[in-house]
């Protein structure tokens, strides 16, 4: 758990299979409007991290928080960034 988001992993043990997403916003992060908001911020936070710095072979869901909508978006990718490393998904850009 990170202050922008929640990142929750299966491993699935085969590097060969893409690396599959989910995303999740709750009621209590607001509105509909705010919980759409809340999606596009985690899903362009995603596009940026996800393919060059997470494990294939890993399903992800990434959970919105109310802090989702207001964090800064370079503190959001941070976030995803640890989380991932937290979980033991993270690699090097360069692999």
Request: proline residues 3%; contains cysteine.
């Amino acid at each position: 758990m990170t202050p922008g988001l929640i990142l929750q992993i299966r491993n699935c043990d085969n590097a060969e299979i893409p690396i599959r997403t989910g995303f999740t916003v709750s009621r209590k992060v607001g509105n509909a409007v705010e919980r759409n908001r809340a999606k596009r911020r985690l899903h362009a936070a995603a596009r940026e991290v996800l393919a060059d710095f997470a494990r294939h072979g890993n399903e992800l869901v990434i959970i919105g928080r109310r802090e989702t909508l207001n964090r800064p978006f370079q503190a959001l990718i941070k976030d995803l960034k640890t989380a991932l490393k937290r979980l033991g998904a993270y690699r090097n850009g360069t692999q």
